[in-house]
Structures are given as structure tokens and as C-alpha cells.
């Protein structure tokens, strides 16, 4: 069956410094690969995806994911957290003969601190 | 341009009774995907509308139905409620080329949320 998992409910990081929210999936065939944030009271954000070409995407606000297919994995990455990058992050995984469902991970929270 | 926009904002129902949630698209977009998000967890698949027809339908009994009209706007409609139909739900829509495919990105509503007693 198609899912993805994100191990992590809550990542704790200093500003400043790199911060790594991780998503693995599994799906038959090739995956097609997101990354939504959600702020309070808010609906979901798109900020990244990943459908084919370079393993390394990058999205909005300074984000990146990589794309590992050995691993099945799609981490999502950036340099240099701010407090503002506080939020809920959710890794969604769709594939050709979906008939267009996604199917979102069950979110983490990222709190960072000043 | 104007974003995905869904009313009401909250309501409260009590089971047994009937609801209606209503969306609309971003300018320019032709799809409209329903989500059910339970408080703590991500968004379930509830169905997609493609040129006002069903386009796709996850794991949700068939009181749980949906309509998109010429303007591209939706509606959703939950028949007999229950407890566990308390939630946020989600509208997105997104722009499809021609059958909506899962590489699609969508983009989001604030959300109804409902609460069942």
C-alpha cells in the first residue's frame, strides 16, 4: 500500500542553526514528492516538490528537500532555521496512476528558538 | 489573484444532522480536491471534482458526497453526522491541464472546521 511517514513529531532547533524535518514513503512505481508547511489557523502552503530530474530541489523561503530513492526518502533541509520557519510541516506523496489522491504524512512540528 | 476561500469558518452541528461546506477556487484553477484533516493528524483524501464530475475518491463512506458547478466552485456535503466527523476540512484547487494527475500542486483553504456533539 502507497504511504509516507514522518518519524518525527516534534524537531527542536536553535536559530540559526541547520534544521532537517525527515519524510520517507512507499509507493510502486515513481513518486511524486511534497513538502506543505501549515501555520496556525491556516491552510497548507506548497513549498517545494519533486517529480523527476535533480535529486536536490529547492523550494520558498530558503527550503530544500532531497530526493533518495535507494533510501525512499525526501527530507526537507535548510542552512539556516529562523524563528519565523516555526510551523507544521507535512511530506505528501502522489504517483502517476493516483487519479490525482495525495496522501500527506502525518506532520512535524518545528519549533525554533531564538 | 485571489486565493482558495471556503465558509463558513466554524460551525457546530449535533449528530444525525446534515452539513454543507462550500469552496471557492483560485482564479484560473478548474480542480477542487476535498481533505478532512482529525485534530493531530494530515490530511485525508476525501474526493476531487474535475469539469463537475468526481475525479478520484478516498477512503469515505457515501455519505460523504460532493458537487463543483460551472464556475469551478465546490461543495460538500456530509449526510448523517457523526462523533468522529469533527475536523477541519479542506478545500484545494489546483490547475489541470487535462485529467488531474498527483504532480499537480494544490493550493489550500483556511479551512471549515466542524465540531459533531
Known amino acids: 500500500a502507497q504511504s509516507v511517514a514522518q518519524p518525527e513529531d516534534q524537531v527542536n532547533v536553535a536559530e540559526g542553526n541547520p534544521l532537517t524535518v525527515k519524510c520517507t514513503y512507499s509507493v510502486s512505481g515513481n513518486p511524486y514528492l511534497f513538502w506543505y508547511v501549515q501555520y496556525p489557523n491556516r491552510g497548507l502552503q506548497f513549498l517545494l516538490k519533486?517529480?523527476?530530474?535533480?535529486?536536490l530541489v529547492k523550494g520558498s523561503y530558503g527550503f530544500e528537500a532531497e530526493f533518495n530513492k535507494s533510501q525512499t526518502s525526501f527530507h526537507l533541509k535548510k542552512p539556516s532555521a529562523l524563528v519565523s520557519d516555526s510551523a507544521l510541516y507535512f511530506c505528501?506523496?502522489?504517483?502517476?496512476?493516483?487519479?490525482?489522491?495525495?496522501?500527506f504524512g502525518s506532520g512535524t512540528r518545528l519549533s525554533i528558538r531564538p | 489573484e485571489t486565493g482558495v476561500t471556503q465558509s463558513p469558518t466554524h460551525l457546530i452541528k449535533t449528530r444525525g444532522q446534515q452539513v454543507t461546506l462550500r469552496c471557492s477556487s483560485q482564479?484560473?484553477?478548474?480542480?477542487v480536491s476535498w481533505y478532512q484533516q482529525a485534530l493531530g493528524q494530515g490530511p485525508q483524501f476525501i474526493f476531487q471534482?474535475?469539469?463537475?464530475?468526481?475525479?478520484g475518491r478516498g477512503n469515505f463512506p457515501p455519505r460523504f458526497s460532493g458537487l463543483q458547478f460551472p464556475n469551478y466552485s465546490s461543495e460538500l456535503n456530509v449526510n448523517a453526522l457523526e462523533l468522529d466527523d469533527s475536523a477541519l476540512y479542506l478545500c484545494a484547487s489546483s490547475l489541470s491541464g487535462g485529467p488531474p494527475s498527483g504532480a499537480n500542486v494544490l493550493t489550500f483553504g483556511a479551512g471549515s472546521r466542524l465540531t459533531v456533539l
Open positions: 505528501a506523496v502522489s504517483w502517476y496512476s493516483s487519479a490525482s489522491k495525495i496522501i
Open positions: 482564479s484560473g484553477h478548474n480542480t
Open positions: 471534482y474535475y469539469r463537475e464530475e468526481e475525479n
Open positions: 519533486y517529480i523527476t530530474g535533480d535529486n
